[in-house]
């Protein structure tokens, strides 16, 4: 399976020739988060509109710029995947939105026993060849939860819940400056930076090979 990552979209509607092509030759594309730009449901309706129309297989969760109707629009549009399992092509997806605090009181932030206890709604199947986790916020203390200045400022109950797990793969977004990828044990974490001039391509082959582009 092909997966193309986006992230932190924040309301891009108009995508070039290049990007429309990658994501229609995707089998799945996974969306980690800031759909908009402190939008709500019309805003988010658009960008869903502009992927949907080029590639119907998605899955996405809302960022902590997204505000409530983001989370009815990928309800209405049956992609969404916060505190969910999925199982596509022997492969389980479990999605968890929003962010851990910040100073900045954006509108979908929960506390780390809530991210905890949104994380309880993880599930498992010996029948899945690959485990798959898409978080907007970054595990703490990995390449991709730091600032510019070198603060880490990811999710400590995801980094636990991720060392306790091991899942193959966390796609996450948030920190647009740290963009790359990291291991936590065998996990591979991947933030494939802000779209569209950023994306990651995932194939889901027994390495899970990928790309930043």
């Given at each position: 399976m092909k997966i193309m990552a986006l992230t932190d979209i924040h309301g891009r509607v108009n995508y070039p020739e290049t990007?429309?092509?990658q994501l229609r030759g995707a089998d799945l594309v996974l969306i980690a988060g800031d759909i908009t730009?402190?939008?709500?449901?019309?805003?988010?309706?658009?960008?869903?509109?502009?992927?949907t129309a080029v590639n119907c297989?998605?899955?996405?969760i809302p960022g902590n710029c997204d505000r409530s109707g983001v989370t009815?629009?990928?309800?209405?549009?049956?992609?969404d995947l916060h505190a969910k399992c999925r199982i596509i092509d022997n492969t389980l997806f479990f999605g968890?939105?929003?962010?851990?605090?910040?100073?900045f009181h954006t509108p979908l932030e929960y506390s780390e026993d809530e991210i905890a206890a949104i994380l309880q709604s993880f599930c498992t199947s010996s029948e899945t060849k690959h485990t798959i986790i898409i978080s907007h916020s970054p595990p703490h203390r990995t390449k991709l939860d730091?600032?510019?200045?070198?603060?880490?400022?990811?999710s400590k109950s995801l980094r636990t819940f991720i060392e306790e797990k091991q899942p193959d793969l966390v796609l996450c977004g948030h920190i647009h400056e740290a963009?790359?990828?990291?291991?936590?044990?065998?996990?591979?974490?991947?933030?494939?930076?802000?779209?569209?001039?950023?994306?990651?391509?995932?194939?889901s082959n027994d390495n899970l090979d990928f790309e930043l582009r």
């Amino acid at each position: 399976m092909k997966i193309m990552a986006l992230t932190d979209i924040h309301g891009r509607v108009n995508y070039p020739e290049t990007i429309i092509s990658q994501l229609r030759g995707a089998d799945l594309v996974l969306i980690a988060g800031d759909i908009t730009n402190f939008g709500d449901r019309e805003d988010a309706d658009a960008v869903i509109r502009s992927l949907t129309a080029v590639n119907c297989r998605i899955l996405g969760i809302p960022g902590n710029c997204d505000r409530s109707g983001v989370t009815t629009a990928l309800q209405a549009a049956s992609i969404d995947l916060h505190a969910k399992c999925r199982i596509i092509d022997n492969t389980l997806f479990f999605g968890i939105g929003g962010c851990n605090k910040t100073p900045f009181h954006t509108p979908l932030e929960y506390s780390e026993d809530e991210i905890a206890a949104i994380l309880q709604s993880f599930c498992t199947s010996s029948e899945t060849k690959h485990t798959i986790i898409i978080s907007h916020s970054p595990p703490h203390r990995t390449k991709l939860d730091r600032m510019f200045l070198g603060v880490h400022v990811g999710s400590k109950s995801l980094r636990t819940f991720i060392e306790e797990k091991q899942p193959d793969l966390v796609l996450c977004g948030h920190i647009h400056e740290a963009r790359g990828f990291d291991r936590i044990g065998r996990t591979l974490i991947i933030n494939p930076g802000v779209f569209p001039r950023h994306y990651a391509l995932i194939n889901s082959n027994d390495n899970l090979d990928f790309e930043l582009r």
